[in-house]
């Protein structure tokens, strides 16, 4: 069965720190996979995607940037972070039929 | 680009009404139409979805309604229970973005 893990769970982080989330697909090879914003209870943006390792495509600016080390590894990072970027992450893979499974999520506050 | 309204954004019935949730989108190349569901403190689970050749489809008590015309979805949940309380999102995709709703908020009272 496959399984998706995102860390850290939760982060504190100060404006103007670095960032990085991250996320593990096992048991799927060659995932197509997404990282979404989601404001606390809001709806859900689209940030970047990648269909293969080593290629990411970025859906919107945000002084954000997103990385594929490896097939089952999926990497979400800033040098400096702002208030706008409080919220939820969430990373997600596409199953052969579309629907997207989504790992537990990262939550974090900008202070 | 694309954008999706989703309505209500909250709804509170007793246990054992239906409910009805209502997308509309703007993009007529948008051709799969996902829904999904955010329990408190669960993860965003898929719930049922509908491409753009299709009218309805419907899986045990979800039946999903869509017109192309009117570029509108509608969710009916019917007999609902307290376990389907969660806020619930439409989305519509064309490629690799998926666009999604507010979400609406489902309160079943028991």
């Known amino acids: 069965a496959q399984t998706i893990h995102q860390w850290p769970v939760a982060e504190i982080k100060a404006v103007g720190s670095p960032l990085s989330l991250g996320c593990t697909i096992k048991?799927?090879?060659?995932?197509?996979l997404y990282w979404y914003w989601q404001a606390t209870g809001g709806t859900l943006q689209q940030l970047f995607y990648?269909?293969?390792?080593?290629?990411v495509e970025s859906v919107v600016q945000l002084n954000l940037s997103a990385s594929r080390p490896k097939d089952d590894q999926f990497i979400l990072s800033t040098e400096k972070l702002l208030l706008s970027h409080s919220g939820f992450y969430l990373c997600?893979?596409?199953?052969?039929?579309?629907?997207?499974?989504f790992g537990e999520g990262s939550k974090l506050t900008v202070l | 680009g694309e954008q999706v309204e989703q309505l209500p954004s909250s709804l509170i019935v007793q246990e054992g009404a239906s409910v009805l949730i209502n997308c509309s989108y703007t993009?007529?190349?948008?051709?799969?139409f996902p829904w999904y569901k955010q329990e408190p403190g669960k993860r965003l689970q898929f719930i049922i979805d509908?491409?753009?050749n299709m009218e309805r489809k419907q899986t045990q008590r979800l039946t999903l309604l869509f017109d192309k015309k009117t570029k509108h979805l509608s969710l009916h949940i019917t007999a609902t229970q307290p376990g389907d309380s969660a806020i619930y999102f439409c989305?519509?995709?064309?490629?690799?973005?998926?666009?999604w709703g507010s979400g609406t908020k489902l309160i079943i009272k028991p």
């Open positions: 990648s269909i293969t390792v080593g290629q």
């Open positions: 048991g799927k090879s060659s995932p197509n």
């Open positions: 993009d007529s190349a948008s051709v799969y």
């Open positions: 997600a893979w596409t199953g052969d039929t579309g629907q997207l499974y």
């Open positions: 989305s519509a995709s064309s490629n690799y973005q998926l666009i």
């Open positions: 509908i491409r753009s």
